[in-house]
């Protein structure tokens, strides 16, 4: 079982194996091989890689040469297609919303793609799930980030020149990231406070020493999915958070949002007006702005400055903490293809009826398999 790590683009720092996991495939009974240069933007050379046993390949087509396995951060780029062998398991994050073409052209390539954002939250592939591993260190990194920009103390300083007040930080959604964004303001002596949709998370956040922000009626009561998503809310609901929000968000030094529904546009949290009511020298950062921001002044990857106000909108925010985020990243691709191992056989074995791969996979056989994905059959015409 040959086992390919190849380079990810100029854009992601972040990379798919890291010698500790090397060392493990090795044992799984693969052999790995590794793109020169594939770790460089991790702090990981290529002879760490070598010491761990792999090899280290000169360019992509090389390390994909009859690779069973390929291990990557992003979905496959249209031009390394041909270099893949048809069958291979490919193990990524896909980002397959909205994205048919991609889809297709792996299909017609022959992979088997497995998209890693889509693993279930269950209790068994817990250290499978990148979403959260990745969303942690983004949670942590955007208060670090809005400290930066924000240019002043966060703690509560008393000195023999007078007294610093502390930050005032809100945190708008607490799933994995929001929460990390709480602890992590929390540690460095703002006072923080956070809304979210779902009732579950009022707990959560009082547990990390912050208040609670939200309308609490029966629609907030029952706004959350069984798989622990927030639903989308009325359009009255939202009328009314928005009125209890844009009045707490005009008396915050931070303000950082963090909402996503999957497979949809982020929803439009911070209006133009709410970011003019902050103080000059207030930030606002916008952690889903690679699916249209929460914040309708953030623009991708730029430091926007709406009249004194700075609105951050940072791509990739794991991979700007690129060696921990691929440490992790790395982890959880290994705890996956562990189970589409046979332990007997040290080879490829998928069990296709296994929930971790219905859940994941998303093309096989020459076709995009996965039922939320898959193309709709035409409609029968109307004679």
């Known amino acids: 079982m040959r086992i390919a790590v190849p380079a990810e683009t100029a854009e992601e720092p972040r990379v798919a194996a890291t010698p500790e996991t090397v060392k493990k495939l090795i044992a799984l009974g693969g052999t790995v091989a590794v793109q020169s240069g594939a770790g460089r933007s991790s702090g990981l050379t290529d002879e760490a890689f070598r010491a761990a046993g792999a090899s280290v390949e000169p360019d992509a087509a090389a390390t994909l040469k009859d690779a069973d396995v390929v291990l990557k951060v992003r979905r496959p780029e249209a031009a390394d297609l041909p270099h893949y062998k048809r069958g291979a398991a490919v193990l990524a994050i896909m980002d397959p919303y909205g994205q048919d073409a991609a889809l297709k052209a792996m299909a017609e390539a022959g992979l088997n793609a497995f998209s890693m954002e889509l693993m279930p939250r269950i209790t068994r592939a817990q250290v499978m799930d990148v979403l959260s591993s990745q969303a942690n260190l983004a949670g942590y990194r955007a208060v670090i980030d809005a400290a930066e920009q924000y240019g002043r103390a966060f703690p509560m300083m008393m000195t023999a020149a007078g007294t610093v007040p502390a930050a005032k930080v809100f945190i708008m959604g607490v799933g994995v990231a929001g929460l990390q964004a709480i602890a992590t303001a929390r540690r460095l002596g703002a006072i923080v406070t956070a809304t979210d949709v779902r009732p579950a998370t009022k707990e959560q956040v009082e547990s990390l020493g912050a208040k609670f922000v939200a309308v609490e009626n029966e629609e907030f009561k029952n706004a959350e999915t069984a798989g622990g998503y927030a639903k989308a809310m009325s359009d009255d609901y939202q009328r009314q958070q928005n009125e209890l929000v844009a009045t707490h968000i005009a008396k915050q030094d931070i303000v950082i ?3 996503l529904i999957p497979g ?12 003019k009511s902050m103080k000059p020298g207030s930030v606002v950062f916008d952690m889903a702005v690679e699916r249209g921001g929460n914040c309708e002044l953030s623009k991708p990857g730029e430091v926007v400055d709406a009249d004194g106000v700075k609105v951050v909108g940072y791509l990739n925010v794991p991979g700007r903490l690129a060696a921990t985020a691929s440490s992790l990243y790395a982890r959880n691709l290994y705890a996956f293809l ?3 191992v046979s332990k007997d056989t040290k080879a490829l074995a998928i069990d296709w009826t296994d929930e971790l791969v219905k859940a994941t996979a998303l093309t096989r056989d020459g076709a995009v398999a996965h039922p939320n994905f898959a193309p709709k059959p035409a409609e029968p015409a109307i004679v």
Not at 264 to 275: H, Q, S, Y
């Open 257 to 259: 949002t963090t909402a």
């Open 264 to 275: 949809r546009p982020a929803p439009k949290l911070v209006t133009a007006g709410m970011v």
């Open 338 to 340: 562990e189970t589409l």
